[in-house]
DNA sequence: GCCATATTTGCAACCGGTTGCAAAATTGAA
DNA sequence: TTCAATTTTGCAACCGGTTGCAAATATGGC
């Protein structure tokens, strides 16, 4: 069986509390004292159990990693990002799929049972309901790519969606439409209210301006594609450009105009959200607003850390600037 | 802070052990205990605390999920239905992300600490040395996406490579076409190894057929642009078809035939491998091999399951079929 | 070499639960 | 009602560690 401290101190002949003592740093031990339990420990193949150590300390270095997004290739990235990053720091991601998931107090459970030290919440779509449940439960919490509020009940790393609402009217004004839209996610999801208010609020700022809005069920392919197609077989008339809600659902509505036989960026222009790697792929070549994602997750990690040693820190939001990355689906100008 | 197994006690005016009894279930607890110690509990917010309990169980309901593909959107569905699939049976995925990591010793400690039950490494890139050195562990483990050995060390599940490699050669001679290449992942993955051997020795049980092949970098779009673009601009001409490593590395391919304004289908054939969802969309459009993802995924949740019951169960290997999906990039027969 | 001070070590209690065993309580047949 | 068989309950030891405290040892100044 596996060794334990009491095979290592036994076998050194010291006490238990020497052995965990050469295991935990800044404790005192003599360097005689750390060679034999070394040694021992060495012999035995013997490693510490950090749960058993989380019963005394209080910290398990776990940390929930909770999403719903998992049909983004972005998430995929934010993923690779926040594990590599946690894991850096000693800390160990225990991920938590609340894909379907409505109930927020289950989610607690969920992750309470394990008491991780604290907890990231990593989307867009999932209701503030559930950030604010864990910081209600006392863990230490995050919320990733969450909105951005004045007076923020739990910290909030991400980006001005607003902001990047109206940087998307502005562009599309510079392009010179007069005739635009906005073709939003799912209208439950904050992300897309902020968006939408962003963008309506830049273009009526602008006279002369024609705006149409409507909305996909997720942030998916499929989703805006469908969308985009109900849109072309309307007996309304098309915009000259769409905003859509984020990159997939950009890719799904160029999906659905092409074929239609419309021809992107000279029939109709789009721009997306997000810049995914697929964006600059050539054969997608989205315009888009990039997100900055490292800097969004190494910063949600710093915070996260931070409230470990500090769990009553103030909330606080933290905003990264996003900009334009103009590429194929709108024209040059 | 947190409500104990000795304050609901306390509270109920009974044992801890009666306590502990409630709340673990198959143990004798009467009617009325039962309702006056969830009585206490509900009152005092009590919830048992899984890793406290796994002291003595020896059970922590922790599985290590260990990847290294965070680059291929596949694997966000891959994570998807791990995570689900785990969660559905009260197990919870520790993710351990390996990109960078070249010993199999260092993984095995970063996950022993938390003394996880059982262990899934789901690569295709990673070398069969990670799986086997968790066996080594004594920790139960499963390769998904692994290579399929005859005698297999440990558990593998996932598709015939080799299997594959025929069935591309196969369906490209189909097609017509008397000049192909492989253009594989890296060369010192298993898989693109296998697919490579399938392919050319298929190929070579046809007579007049000419066979080329070269290898990326990564099973990455870059990679697959790269590689292609280097084809392109040597001297040597271009085969007729391509059969790519996989699905992402057959898009950078494309991007870069596109590029040099190469038609595809009607100047090269493309099959990649994957079938993941972005193949389908139709401005990509990709002719591929399915692999069945949601079966391996499942088959290597039930395996480690029952591993859990039965740790030395006889190492098993269980491949599932592929078919060839015909889309854009393959002409119309 | 002596003594005051600083460092190292071990004891024992504790973290939040589980579990074998025996005592207490309940059941039911006579 | 009595007593044997069965079920429920509590005691106490244990899982694998940590840590405050006091005893033991080492250090250094004279």
Redesign the pocket.
């Known amino acids: 069986m596996?060794a334990?401290?009491?095979d290592v101190a036994l076998r050194a002949g010291?006490?238990?509390?020497?052995v965990?003592?050469t295991?935990?740093d800044g404790a005192?031990?003599?360097a005689?004292?750390r060679q034999k339990v070394e040694r021992a420990a060495r012999e035995l193949g013997?490693?510490?159990?950090a749960l058993?150590?989380s019963?005394?300390?209080g910290r398990t270095k776990l940390i929930g990693l909770i999403s719903n997004n998992f049909h983004n290739p972005i998430f995929l990235q934010v993923f690779d990002l926040f594990t590599r990053g946690l894991q850096e720091r000693g800390l160990r991601p225990l991920l938590v799929n609340l894909t379907d998931e409505t109930d927020p107090e289950k989610s607690v459970r969920m992750v309470r049972q394990y008491s991780v030290d604290g907890v990231i919440v990593a989307s867009s779509t999932l209701s503030p309901d559930f950030a604010k449940a864990f910081k209600e439960a006392g863990i230490p919490v995050v919320h990733s790519f969450g909105r951005h509020t004045t007076s923020p009940k739990v910290h909030v790393v991400g980006i001005d969606n607003v902001e990047c609402g109206r940087m998307a009217a502005r562009e599309l004004i510079a392009c010179g439409y007069t005739d635009v839209a906005f073709l939003g996610g799912p209208e439950s999801a904050t992300s897309t209210q902020d968006r939408y208010t962003g963008f309506t609020t830049e273009i009526a700022r602008h006279s002369g301006i024609k705006l149409r809005y409507s909305f996909a069920k997720a942030y998916s392919f499929d989703a805006g594609r469908d969308e985009m197609s109900r849109l072309l077989t309307g007996e309304n008339t098309m915009a000259q450009a769409y905003f859509c809600g984020d990159d997939v659902l950009t890719i799904g509505a160029l999906s659905a105009l092409q074929r239609a036989g419309k021809k992107v960026p000279d029939d109709v222009g789009l721009i997306g959200l997000n810049d995914m790697e697929l964006a600059r792929w050539e054969n997608i070549d989205l315009s888009t607003i990039h997100q900055p994602i490292s800097q969004i997750v190494s910063s949600s990690i710093e915070l996260v850390v931070s409230m470990l040693e500090e769990p009553d820190r103030y909330p606080e939001a933290r905003l990264f600037p996003c900009r334009v990355v103009r590429r194929g689906t709108l024209p040059r100008v």
């Open positions: 596996k334990t401290l009491k010291v006490s238990r509390s020497a965990s003592r295991f935990t005192s031990v003599s005689k004292m013997y490693h510490p159990n058993a150590s019963l005394t300390t």
